[in-house]
């Protein structure tokens, strides 16, 4: 079957976040995809399939971290709709049956591509004890994302020192379900984005996520508010680095990225 590693969020190849993508028949069983997740090794693998005309969606669609299964993953979704469009498989807006609901992924005519995600709730919690120590930086805010994201956003001084961190992972595997966001607004908004962030998953075996999708689910909310306006621009400043544009409508978030095919082979196994 065919197999393709795609960069997303980003407009050119070799940054972003690659996921792999396998269109199927149906679902094989859970250890084969686990182990497929695994031989990629790519901080997510999206698998899915066409379900019948009338259901509740166009495709089914899992994805999985070289550990474990995931509720929810946006630049999976993102790669898995690019591979749709580019390839003439699918046409116009598709909607993705997963764990989280119902997921639109809306082309546009300049190639991105528009993703329609739930907003994460938010709630406001004290700073743990030990998180400054590992992630080597003192948080002045924290708030929990709720069951469908499962991290802890942490607001940090300022861009300079989110993009210094060097964290112990393995010491921030404590503090939540998947893991640690740690954001600050922009030092200079006239560089094209409005906030940056890094995030950092241990529990499901990625110390690093290039750019994740899913947290600007709660990015978007907290820095909408903070900066009184439902439209912005992260960037996730990973040593891959990549943006992702947000839209915060209610209890819906957008976010807004392009894609590269940079693989495109036969998976034999």
């Not at 929810?72 to 390839?87: I, Q, S």
């Not at 995600?117 to 590992?134: I, K």
């Amino acid at each position: 079957m065919r197999i393709r590693i795609v960069d997303a969020f980003t407009d050119r190849p070799f940054a972003g976040n690659p996921a792999g993508v396998l269109l199927l028949d149906a679902f094989p069983d859970d250890d084969w995809l686990q182990n497929v997740a695994l031989e990629v090794n790519h901080a997510e693998t999206a698998f899915a399939h066409r379900l019948p005309e009338g259901a509740e969606a166009d495709w089914a669609l899992r994805w999985f971290t070289p550990a474990t299964e995931v509720a929810m993953c946006g630049h999976a979704t993102l790669a898995t709709a690019h591979v749709l469009h580019t390839t003439g498989t699918h046409t116009g807006p598709v909607r993705f049956a997963t764990r989280s609901g119902v997921l639109i992924a809306t082309p546009a005519d300049d190639g991105s591509i528009t993703l329609d995600f739930p907003t994460a709730p938010l709630t406001a919690v004290e700073v743990p004890d030990g998180v400054a120590e590992a992630l080597g930086a003192e948080p002045f805010t924290a708030f929990d994302t709720g069951p469908s994201v499962g991290d802890l956003v942490v607001e940090l001084a300022d861009e300079k020192t989110v993009r210094g961190l060097t964290p112990d992972h393995k010491a921030l595997a404590a503090y939540s379900t998947r893991g640690l966001i740690a954001t600050a607004r922009a030092e200079d908004p006239a560089r094209g984005y409005d906030f940056v962030s890094r995030c950092f998953f241990p529990n499901v075996g990625i110390d690093e996520d290039p750019v994740t999708g899913s947290a600007h689910t709660a990015l978007a909310p907290y820095w909408s508010e903070r900066l009184g306006r439902p439209d912005l621009t992260g960037l996730q400043a990973s040593p891959r680095s990549g943006r992702v544009r947000t839209g915060l409508r209610g209890d819906r978030t957008l976010l807004t990225g392009c894609a590269v095919t940079v693989i495109d082979g036969e998976l034999r196994a």
